[in-house]
């Protein structure tokens, strides 16, 4: 079936450092993508999101890029810090229904001092 | 804090017994979403809130389950006959609506089956 899937499941970076994480998706029909952070023992927290009609988008030193011909998303961290240790998800869903979130399994990244 | 509440934080119960979990969502956000999370994946969708209308339930949401949003406020799930497989991370998250996507989850509910 159609879903969502990251690389690889853990990355260890170190501190200062750029991070990237990847993901590839295979629902075509999806319009909304978003990047999650989860700590341990919380819930997951809105990073930042990008519709199909873009192909990146920057925030506070991050930024998602999106290849629809690959069907693929990153999540690039720049200047990597301790406090970004988190499990990270990337979720897509249709505009037609975007309520539903569809999460990938996440990627473990680990900040080395 | 993401300002969604959920009650109680850890809960353990033998198998077999009811459980009740409750969700706050901030205050002006329509729709309200129950996740479940189990270790090592992502979340996976059980059902969601329109103001008090729920709209969509996933298969994964058993007969055994049951959640309401009386008011379009708070939200409770409900799993009776709890069996060992139940045991995961139960997320409540809430948005404005349609068309604004963003969606504040709270820390969750662990429930632990035994």
């Known amino acids: 079936g159609e879903s969502v899937g990251l690389h690889l499941p853990t990355l260890s970076v170190q501190e200062g450092d750029n991070s990237i994480i990847n993901c590839a998706y295979s629902n075509s029909a999806s319009d909304y993508f978003i990047w999650y952070k989860q700590e341990s023992g919380k819930g997951p927290q809105f990073i930042i999101d990008i519709r199909s009609n873009m192909d990146k988008r920057q925030g506070q030193r991050v930024t998602v890029l999106l290849n629809k011909t690959v069907k693929h998303l990153s999540l690039q961290i720049a200047a990597t810090q301790p406090g970004d240790s988190a499990v990270y998800f990337c979720?897509?869903?249709?505009?037609?229904?975007?309520?539903?979130?569809?999460f990938g399994a996440g990627t473990t990244v680990t900040v080395r001092a | 804090d993401t300002g969604v509440s959920q009650n109680p934080r850890h809960k353990i119960t033998k198998r077999g017994q009811n459980v009740t979990f409750r969700c706050d969502p901030i205050?002006?956000?329509?729709?309200l979403y129950w996740y479940r999370q189990t270790l090592g994946q992502g979340p996976e969708f059980l059902t969601y809130f329109q103001n008090e209308a729920q709209l969509e339930k996933s298969r994964l949401l058993s007969d055994r389950f049951s959640a309401e949003r009386p008011k379009g406020s708070f939200s409770t799930l409900e799993i009776q006959r709890t069996e060992q497989g139940d045991s995961a991370m139960y997320l409540c998250?809430?948005?404005?609506?349609?068309?604004?996507?963003?969606?504040?989850f709270g820390q969750g509910t662990r429930l632990t089956v035994v």
């Open positions: 979720a897509e869903t249709p505009i037609s229904n975007d309520y539903k979130l569809s």
């Open positions: 998250a809430s948005s404005l609506g349609q068309g604004n996507t963003e969606a504040f």
């Open positions: 205050s002006e956000h329509n729709r």
